[in-house]
Structure formats: structure tokens, C-alpha cells
């Protein structure tokens, strides 16, 4: 479910100026987006996804999250530059009721975007708690990757379970949720 019509562009203004922060751009998320992403995301991301993919490359994650983020199930959104360039993409689908899971994926422009994208996102989760008939979001993300696992505990999510020998040759994953009852 998107938080607007498609063209719409909701503009955070970052609180850090003096640590070189920027706008954002938040867009409901276009094939433009998702392509562009996808074909520069970092290496990190690239590596990860494929630990969980039987067909790598960018085209294959294209197909598969043009399906899952279709309205009413799933729904997606691209952060961009003040110049318009895509950073990140990132949302969610219903995996089965009640449960949605979520993403984002960058290219490494990321850190040019990092604080207002994390603001966004933790004002974001508890709306959609309360928008939603969703009372868990949840994520995966590969043991070895700490940055990640920061990242996401700013987001408020907290590690639930290890998903021994998960990836494809073997990699641990984490499970890290948000529960409905624990959002302010």
C-alpha cells in the first residue's frame, strides 16, 4: 500500500547538516528505479541476495519483485538524490496473513542517504502497523553482515532466531522482526 500516488514524492529533510546529510526523495517505487538499482547495487547486497537465489543477476531479483510488491499484497519505494539519481529501493509483501516482509537494497551512494532514509523508515513502520493488518514485519539478513545488523537494529528490529546453514552453500542467516505490540 503505498503512502501516495504514483508521481508523488515525499521530501525528508535531515536533521545533521553538519554531517553532510541530504534530502531524500521518497517515490513509490517504478520500474526505472528497480532497474537502476539493481544493475548498481553494492557488492555486499549483490553477494547476499545471491547466497539466496537459485538464478543470480539483477534481472532475475527484477521479475521476482515486480510480482511480490504488486498492491494489495506488496508495495515498494525508491530513494533518490535531490537530483533525482536512485539510491535505494526498498518494501514489502505479505509472506501469508499478517506477516509481511520487508527489504531495501543500495547502490554505494547509500551513505549519502543513510540518516534520512533510516528517519523515513522509523516513522514508516509503526504508520503502517497501524494501517495494516500486519502484526509482524520481518527480514533476513547474512550473519557476516554487522553493518546490516546496526542498521536494522536502528530500525528498531530486534534478532529472533539463527537460520543455521540457510544460504546456499551453507551461509548462517538472522531473523530480525518488529512486532505490532511493541511499536510506541
Do not use: C
Not at 538464478?55 to 519483485?65: D, K, M, R
Not at 502497523?129 to 550473519?143: D, G, L, Q, V
Not at 528498531?156 to 511499536?183: H, I, K, M, T
Amino acid at each position: 500500500m503505498p503512502l501516495g500516488r504514483p508521481g508523488d514524492a515525499l521530501v525528508v529533510r535531515p536533521l545533521l547538516q553538519e554531517r553532510g546529510a541530504r534530502e531524500v526523495r521518497v517515490r513509490p517505487l517504478t520500474t526505472e528505479a528497480l532497474r537502476f538499482v539493481l544493475a548498481n547495487m553494492r557488492a555486499a547486497d549483490r553477494g547476499e541476495i545471491g547466497m539466496l537465489r537459485h538464478a543470480s543477476g539483477a534481472e532475475a531479483l527484477q521479475a521476482e519483485l515486480e510480482v511480490v510488491l504488486q498492491p494489495p499484497l506488496g508495495a515498494g519505494w525508491s530513494f533518490h538524490l535531490d537530483d533525482g539519481t536512485p539510491v535505494a529501493i526498498g518494501g514489502g509483501y505479505e509472506k501469508h496473513p499478517g506477516v509481511a516482509f520487508i527489504f531495501l537494497v543500495a547502490t554505494d551512494d547509500l551513505p549519502k542517504l543513510r540518516v534520512p532514509i533510516a528517519k523515513w523508515a522509523r516513522r514508516v513502520i509503526p504508520f503502517a502497523f497501524k494501517k495494516m493488518p500486519i502484526h509482524r514485519f520481518e527480514t533476513t539478513s547474512f550473519a557476516g553482515r554487522r553493518d546490516a545488523h546496526r542498521w536494522l537494529r536502528f530500525l528498531g528490529a530486534e534478532r529472533e532466531a539463527v537460520l543455521s546453514r540457510y544460504g546456499r552453500n551453507g551461509e548462517d542467516f538472522y531473523v530480525y522482526r518488529w512486532l505490532r505490540e511493541l511499536q510506541n
